[in-house]
């Protein structure tokens, strides 16, 4: 079920659909950086905040939101930044990095550091879930970012955020318990969680992890009249883990067509605006 406008998804198919197929663009050029656990993601999008091209690499740089392999995520950033300029035939230069909310000012400092290093002319940071609302535009609720390593959670009333939290747990959480389950390696359950002809059985080895991230974001809205939760990032990609969560918070849950472009995509829209 979605509650988000033809809009909403539209811009999202749009950023799908730009990472095989540059688009034509009107004016300046911005990018979202966003440093996962498991995926590092570059977002273009123009003036008018039509997304133009993209490109992700998987890397384990960074771990539960920290930059663990600074010179690692620097080259990755580089070369998938030299990727998109040499299909677009221009040089990328204004930029936007992400950060997981509530973990400091030392780790926002490092993804900023990261996207500056590798040549951007960094004109704004955010933290993941309040990048994703760049794209959801939700007023009232609570956006929740299970990304690789961490899931994020925002609380919004009257379109601001007024609380932010992240704690350890995500996909590669999800990943390792197939691995273990499976005798593969984390690379090969990756590519088994992603496959749709798996999907009954990851769900069912992935459920306590699940269950885990609903735990965490109960804890979190605590105190807060929620009365939607919103998903994004690649982990809520899995099919029926909004279903999941609704049962276990007792709140309905809801997610964009594909939650994976969510947050790069709203990265690279705080830009917009920016001077």
Known sequence: M??????V??????????????????GELYTGVDLGTAYVVLMVVDSTGQPVAGSYRFAQVVKDGVVVDFTGAMRIVKELKEEIEKKLNVVLIKGAA????????SVEKSHFYVTEGAGFEVINMVDEPSAANYVLNIIDGAIV??????????VLKDGEV?????????????????????KMSLEEAEEFKK????KKEVIALVKPCIQKVAEIIKRHIRGYRVDAVYLVGG?????????????????????????FYVTPLGIALSCIGVK
């Open 235 to 259: 982990s809520s990609c899995l099919e029926g883990i909004e279903d999941i969560i609704s049962r276990e918070i007792d709140i309905p849950v809801y997610k964009p067509i594909n939650p």
């Open 162 to 182: 007024i609380y932010t939290a992240d704690e350890p747990t995500g996909g590669t959480h999800f990943s390792l318990v197939i691995a273990g389950a499976k």
């Open 195 to 198: 496959d749709p002809a798996n």
């Open 98 to 105: 992400a950060f997981p909310p509530g973990t400091g000012k």
């Open 9 to 26: 998804n539209k811009i999202i198919l749009d950023a799908e659909k730009c990472i095989k197929s540059p688009r034509n663009y009107e």
């Open 145 to 154: 970012d299970i990304g690789g390593g961490t899931t994020g959670i925002a």
């Open 2 to 7: 979605t509650v988000f406008g033809s809009n």
